[in-house]
């Protein structure tokens, strides 16, 4: 489906969009991409690169 590699699919839905198992392979396609959104925007969010909240200076930081 998209035309896209079973390997390509399968990277996107687990390492991008964080799905535990493939049942994303049968739900529309616009939910999986705001996941990779949410996942893009969480590695913005604090210095470090990584999109998991891992305070700096305590949990004084958090939300």
């Known amino acids: 489906k998209y035309g896209l ?3 390509t699919v399968d990277f ?3 390492a991008l969009a964080l ?3 493939d ?5 529309p396609a616009l939910d ?3 996941r990779m959104k949410l996942y ?5 969010r604090f210095q470090g690169g990584s999109p ?3 305070p700096l200076y305590g ?3 958090l939300p």
Do not use: F, P, Q
């Open 32 to 34: 999986t991409v705001k």
């Open 5 to 7: 590699d079973d390997n």
């Open 12 to 14: 996107i839905g687990h």
């Open 59 to 61: 949990l004084g930081e």
């Open 40 to 44: 893009a925007e969480s590695l913005a």
């Open 23 to 27: 049942r994303y392979l049968n739900e």
């Open 19 to 21: 799905h535990r198992d």
């Open 52 to 54: 998991y909240i891992y």
